[in-house]
């Protein structure tokens, strides 16, 4: 009897040991490796965009630019050069900003009345891309109000509400105001005061956000979103991925890349667990998201087309099925504008083609009357130092554009000035302060007209004053 129990221990080993062996996934290294890297690529927005949402919403109650899930957080002025929390401020809007979670409730927003000011309301959904974006230039300036509801919910919309789909549960809003500046705070301000946030059950009943909220528990939200997303090791990237997908779908394009990479174990709600795969198959993971982190940050370096010296890129927040593009994207820009709603070219480079140093020169950039910005709302011309921070001057003044008070050629031409030094009197009007050494700007077109939205207006290039 013992000897029979021996054996059926031996044999129930031998089965469960056969068990765990079946159960490794069954992939080669060159493959483990190519996949993880297409597999890091394209999750890489989603689990980004996850960890900004929780980084936007870890505080107890608004403060900054922070707020509490499904509720708003407002920009109340514009920053200056002292400013190095974010690169590339922004100094044409003051921004209201939300982390809306859509898997329990549908949410209503209301907005106040905005008579001719700009505006624009973009959902930025999990994969970085923009599934609505009501504007002054689809909507106009009457009030409205908004159900915002994700992929599942299912309901009546009510009497004079608009709705607008999110995709995904987890959505970003930015809304966006024109700001003329500093005269005009305490009037935008009591717009972004009107702007509320009401789940739909709580319609009609007086709702008032909670007063404090919880922190996220087990999460730094002190930490910059790129460093929590890359220290992350590649176990734990794609198991919070496969829990991300549970919620936030990708496309139905996407669908055919989804069947490939579940080889690899990127299945939605599944564990990914690196006891699945051998020592050699694990290694091979790990290299092949060293590949993507490689390849995203060689992308961002190309990340539109250089036409008179300018990247211009035309499908922001359309990103398609080229992942390590939208990767790349999301690395240096959660929730870029569409292309009918705002054009961002920006240049380091002069007309021969050499990096601009105020140590060697001045610069210029001609519009003639014919090539000035075409844009139905406004357009700005702004000025960083190389690392995309505002740059520190005498005239405290970042940016020009159609609101400045400028001086136009007797041609009808305008010319702005970008140097270092104050420049003779006749010039300081259109003079944008450059800082010493390498520089960035960026022209912003809001509301482009077909010309820009076609690509046939190209910026023209910038000269150096010899």
Known sequence: MKHFNLINAILILFSLNSVIAQSKIDISEKEARLLSKEAFEFGFPAVFIENQFYVNSYVTKPEGLKAPINQFAHSREFVDASNRQYVGNNVDVLASLASIDLSEEALVITIPEMGDRFWLMQLINTWNEVPAVPSSRTHGGEPRTFLVAGPKWEGNVPDNMELLRANTETTLIVLRLYCSGKEEYKEVNAIQDQIKITPLNQWGKNYEAPSHVALKENFDGNRDVDEIVMSLTPEEFFNALNKILVNNPPYEEDQPFMEKISKLGIIPGEEFNYNNYSEEVKEAITFGVADAKHAIAQRVKNLGQLKNNWIL??????????????????????????LEDAFYPTTIIDEDGEMFDTNKYAYKITFTKEELPPVASFWSLTMYDIQSYLVDNELNKYTVGDRSNLTYNEDGSLTIYMQKDRPTEDKVTNWLPAPIGPFRIALRLYTPKEQVVNGSWIPPVVQKIK
Do not use: K
């Open 313 to 338: 890129t035309y499908d922001m927040g359309r990103f398609g099925t080229d992942y390590n593009y939208r990767a790349a994207w999301s690395l240096i820009g959660v929730g870029g504008n569409l």
